[in-house]
DNA sequence: TATAATTAAATGACGTGTCATTTAAAAAGG
DNA sequence: CCTTTTTAAATGACACGTCATTTAATTATA
């Protein structure tokens, strides 16, 4: 059958993510959060004074502005908002310290997912899994979240395969 | 940093989801289809007359029995669904005509993605990934899908690496 | 056989993702 | 300075994806 590694491929990635997703939504739940609402958390915790286009450019659980997700975290005193003074239609957000608590917690919780990863694969095949992943990555728009998060930072070029 | 790899993998895995979902939602815009639904198409046109709960165990996009999904399709004329006689509280789905030929429509479109991910990697390359993302389906609940589905047969063990 | 337990499907609820439209503020251009 | 254009955010709409609950039919069991 044609393109049978392409297809295998394509629904490898979509299990992968449902799968993961998943795993955290189960531990997530104690936390009140969802996997989308915890990645704002992160992403205000890395950088605070976010507008929320800002947080959106960071985000990789939703394009546009997250005007319902982040306000969701306001309504529920994760996180605080501003209005800016240069600019008063955009308004910047901060982890309050009720969410820098919860931060905390969300921490560990990927730290068990990141357990689970390490538990099936040894370092040299994430690192030949995230050089290929990173090769399509790079010609989507997603490329600049994965710069402005740092995420691509400290990569070695494989030198084999 | 801890868990760089890990990391990156995990958003490596959201990020291709969500670029292929979306590359698939603006193909499928023209046909009047989502993502989901195309791919209970292309499970009906693979084995017809599967009850609702049958159609759930061979979808990765959705877990439980997809009734919504289904009845969708079936109010958009594209599949049929029969009450079983063996068991009137169950109904078996197959594609209509309009469904079998939106289906053809849906695998050239499939084909197009297909030929995309071909022109990042090479054969080798998706084998490798495949091979090392099965380890991991294969402890997951996915596992069944990608059986019932055949989309495992063929494999072939690799011996590098 | 009558009742209880199980099962298939439907449904309600909620939070996304995504797109399109609207609103209001800021910037640009005359 | 006023009008037009652009921009940030909010909002409406729709289809998921997920979980819990309900409904109805079937099976198990006392």
Request: charged residues 35%; negative net charge; glycine residues 0%.
């Given at each position: 059958m044609r393109y049978q590694q392409e297809e295998q491929f394509r629904f490898h990635i979509l299990a992968m993510q449902r799968v993961g997703n998943r795993e955290l939504t189960i531990h997530l739940k104690n936390l009140d959060l969802t996997p989308s609402q915890a990645e704002v958390l992160t992403v205000l915790n890395e950088?605070?004074?976010?507008?929320l286009k800002e947080i959106g450019q960071h985000l990789i659980c939703e394009t546009g502005s997250p005007s319902r997700l982040v306000n969701t975290l306001v309504k529920n005193g994760l996180v605080e908002g501003k209005t800016d003074e240069q600019d008063q239609r955009a308004r910047r957000y901060c982890l309050s310290d009720h969410g820098k608590q919860k931060w905390a917690t969300v921490k560990q919780i990927e730290e068990q997912l990141y357990e689970h990863v390490q538990s099936i694969y040894t370092e040299e095949e994430l690192n030949v899994m995230n050089q290929l992943l990173k090769k399509y990555i790079?010609?989507?728009?997603f490329q600049s979240v994965f710069r402005k998060r740092s995420l691509h930072v400290g990569d070695s070029v494989s030198e084999e395969l």
């Open positions: 950088r605070s004074m976010l507008t790079e010609q989507t728009e």
